[in-house]
């Protein structure tokens, strides 16, 4: 017989935890750059929409259709007889819902891991493949009636069944994948590449925190009875406080470490408490939910530096830190602070050891599956985005989308030392688009003292580092360059598609540079620049070449040459 308030508990809870899909949507866009925007929309959108149909098919099946130690049965469509596994009142459609948006949610982990150099192909590929077996079958194990549900592990909603299989996937995608163009430096330090919006990234972890209580608290996948009531609400306040607690020392942490607090870094401790909390949030007191709670904001920032400076894997948003790290950190945490069992009340070490056994097992069977899906994806169609598309960014380079953000124009960032990009269509000069060729450029003879001449380049934005650092090479010691929207005679160009439709960016952006030369011979930089900037095609770019008056350093009153060098 069902229950009418016990499913729309349930369904509820599937509301709540499929909103959270935008609320990594959110964290992942605002942590990384605007380049990258629609690319990362557009993963969140699909693993979603790939692991749909892909669960009904097939994942729910190996994770509930039986009763084996390592495997359920292969139920395709959802046909067979559920019965025995069904929550209290709960219908099959109803679980069936619920379990759907928690296997997205493992799915999507692996996203921020990976962004801003992997083929959205092969997204799509890995998605499918998580979806399909990676999730079940170790979902079968802890939730299914598997081995581990045999042995007593205990994860409630998911610290080591969600969100560590997540986080140990996209550890080995992000390994395998490599680092991000310019992540290191030629010594091998990392460098900061910040995200274009933090009020986006902001704004998604306050979604996923209210979209947890779903997460967490629908897990009892009931409402009725006092016992069940009264757990839902410790479980409310133990996943409120994990997150709080997490949050706080983070930020004093960092206070500490950086002397400044660190917003970032604090806004994903919240997500670390969550995470860590998420296996007892049924089992622990409040006390032991604030202690996994500082656990967690403690082991957020240093495994993220760990990852980060020592073993190289650049994770965007610290995906692996905070789903996969600190979700095994939770699941051996609960084997100590559970009220019942753990080892802090007298429980005794065979509840921990085998959350270890757990935790360890789930964690290779992971690894070993997703290193399997990528190994074969890199040797077959590819894993990793070209360096130019890379560097020219996802949106444009995969789905024809010039930005994410129409009427506003983004910087492109540092390439590395000693990455030279390919001119886009390396078209040669005999078979350029046909123009009447101008004499070189020649130094004027100055009309008294030392000329003065200003140089305006005007270039493709993701041109713009290429172009710095050739003017660095040849004594150029001082620019100014700016975001700039324009567009030459042919007012501009059809740039890539929108809903279908083609768009038609007859302002394009650009950078412009501004040069005063007073020792370079301006034909050097003339020269240089066009080098650098050619490619053959219509939009390379202008140069403008001025005199200058004077110049006034305003802080000596020098002027004229005097007034750009640097010399005290």
Not at 177 to 194: C, E, Q, S
Not at 259 to 285: E, F, Q, R, Y
Not at 328 to 338: I, P, R, S
Not at 447 to 465: A, N, P, Q, S, Y
């Amino acid at each position: 017989m069902y229950s009418s308030v016990n499913t729309i508990w349930v369904l509820l809870g599937a509301a709540l935890v499929f909103l959270m899909q935008a609320g990594f949507a959110m964290c992942e866009a605002g942590f990384t750059r605007a380049k990258n925007t629609g690319n990362i929309l557009m993963k969140n959108l699909m693993d979603f929409c790939i692991g749909t149909p892909t669960y009904w098919i097939l994942g729910f099946g190996l994770m509930f259709a039986g009763g084996g130690a390592l495997i359920g049965g292969f139920d395709p469509f959802v046909l067979g007889d559920y019965s025995g596994i069904l929550p209290d009142g709960v219908p099959l459609y109803a679980y069936l819902i619920f379990q759907t948006v928690f296997c997205a949610t493992s799915a999507t982990i692996v996203s921020g891991s990976m962004a801003e150099r992997t083929k959205f192909i092969s997204y799509c590929i890995y998605s499918f493949c998580i979806s399909a077996f990676i999730y079940p079958i170790s979902g079968h194990w802890i939730w299914g009636g598997g081995w581990l549900a045999q042995m007593g592990f205990h994860d409630f909603a998911g610290s080591t069944a969600v969100h560590m299989v997540g986080g140990v996937c996209a550890c080995i995608g992000a390994a395998i994948l490599g680092p991000r163009i310019g992540k290191y430096d030629k010594d091998g330090k990392p460098r900061a590449i910040i995200g274009h919006n933090l009020s986006l990234g902001a704004l998604g972890v306050f979604i996923l925190w209210f979209c947890w209580f779903g997460f967490n608290g629908a897990s009892t996948v009931s409402m009725t009875g006092d016992d069940t009531m009264v757990s839902a609400g410790l479980i409310f306040v133990n996943t409120n406080m994990a997150a709080a607690v997490a949050s706080c020392v983070t930020m004093i942490y960092t206070w500490l470490r950086y002397k400044k607090p660190d917003v970032g870094m604090t806004l994903n401790a919240a997500l670390a408490g969550l995470v860590a909390i998420t296996a007892g949030c049924d089992a622990v007191s409040v006390a032991g939910a604030a202690i996994i709670g500082i656990v967690a904001g403690l082991l957020l920032p240093i495994s993220v530096n760990f990852f980060d400076a020592v073993l190289k894997i650049d994770d965007p948003v610290g995906a692996i830190s905070v789903h996969g790290v600190c979700g095994a950190a939770g699941t051996l945490l609960t084997g100590l602070f559970a009220v019942d069992g753990g080892v802090f009340y007298g429980g005794g070490f065979h509840y921990f050891l085998v959350q270890c056994i757990g935790v360890l097992a789930t964690a290779a069977w992971a690894a070993v599956a997703i290193t399997i899906v990528f190994l074969i994806l890199k040797h077959t169609i590819g894993l990793r985005v070209s360096a130019e598309e890379e560097v020219k960014g996802l949106d444009i380079t995969e789905h024809g989308l010039p930005s994410a953000y129409g009427g506003f124009a983004f910087n492109y960032d540092d390439t590395p030392d000693g990455l030279e990009l390919p001119a886009q269509g390396d078209v040669p000069v005999q078979a350029a688009v046909p123009v009447e060729v101008a004499p070189s450029v020649v130094d004027p003879e100055p009309l008294g003292g030392i000329k003065l001449t200003k140089v305006d380049i005007i270039c493709k934005m993701e041109r713009f580092d290429a172009l710095k650092r050739a003017m660095f090479d040849i004594g150029i010691t001082g620019m100014t360059a700016v975001n700039a929207m324009g567009c030459g005679e042919q007012r501009g160009k059809t740039e890539g598609y929108f809903r279908g439709a083609k768009v038609e960016a007859t302002m394009l952006p650009s950078i412009q540079v501004s040069i005063v030369i007073s020792k370079v011979p301006v034909s050097l930089v003339v020269n240089t620049a066009r080098k650098v900037l050619y490619t053959g095609n219509i939009g390379d770019g202008k140069i403008f070449i001025y005199h200058v008056e004077n110049v006034i350093k305003v802080r000596t009153g020098e002027q004229g040459y005097d007034a750009l060098q640097d010399a005290e």
